[in-house]
């Protein structure tokens, strides 16, 4: 079945520093959703990507959708600490379901 | 406020018990759906419905049920047969459209002992 890999599963950073996480799935998406989840908080929808090569914008982040349709990337740029939680990517493929990441988790340091 | 509401937040059960967790939205979406999230891991769906008295399995539905009698409830059941019901569950909900996000709740964290 479908599935979807993310890419670390754990990162430290120090404040101001560039993060990103990437995701994969095993097969082609139709569209891809970025949550991030804060520390026992719940999954809030940041952004979703629909198109090939799609790349979008929000403030210091930066989503990326692959040619294929099979993988993509958030970059967050000169972190802050109210970056910190868990982000998580959701690929909606042949069968409409909705896949989650398996989820990065980000620590800054101030 | 429009919004999903599980209740309750925390519930502590003994081993053997079942329970129901509650699931309301009132943003008129026809899709709900039930995660549940184990410390440190992504989201695993356990059930989904896309219309009133009608639902399908996810990828982990054994030992759970739910029930979907009126668009805005859709409560889930942690029945003994779950061998491992401690963890983090979430209830979801979208509209049908196939571009369309997951609005989530606040979570029930349950703790079995």
């Known amino acids: 079945g479908q599935q979807v890999m993310q890419i670390p599963q754990y990162q430290h950073v120090q404040e101001g520093e560039d993060f990103t996480t990437y995701c994969n799935s095993s097969?082609?998406?139709?569209?891809i959703q970025w949550y991030k989840q804060r520390p026992g908080g719940h999954p809030v929808f940041l952004i979703q990507?629909?198109?090939?090569?799609e790349v979008k914008k929000q403030k210091r982040l930066t989503f990326q959708f692959g040619e294929a349709k099979k993988n993509s990337s958030l970059h967050i740029t000169a972190t802050q600490t109210t970056d910190v939680g868990t982000y998580f990517c959701a690929g909606r493929g042949a069968t409409n379901k909705l896949i989650f990441g398996t989820g990065t988790l980000l620590a800054v340091q101030p | 406020d429009g919004g999903i509401t599980q209740s309750p937040k925390y519930l502590f059960r003994k081993e053997g018990q079942n329970v129901t967790l509650s699931c309301e939205q009132n943003l008129n979406h026809d899709a709900m759906y039930w995660y549940r999230q184990d410390p440190g891991q992504g989201l695993r769906l356990i059930y989904y419905s896309q219309i009133v008295n009608d639902f399908q399995k996810g990828d982990i539905a054994e030992g759970y049920s739910v029930s979907r009698e009126k668009k805005e409830s859709f409560p889930l059941t942690v029945t003994s047969a779950q061998k491992n019901p401690t963890a983090f569950y979430l209830c979801?909900?979208?509209?049908?459209?196939?571009?369309?996000?997951?609005?989530f709740g606040e979570g029930s964290w349950l703790t079995v002992v």
């Open positions: 990507l629909v198109k090939s090569g």
């Open positions: 097969t082609t998406l139709s569209n």
């Open positions: 979801a909900s979208s509209p049908l459209s196939s571009g369309n996000t997951i609005y």
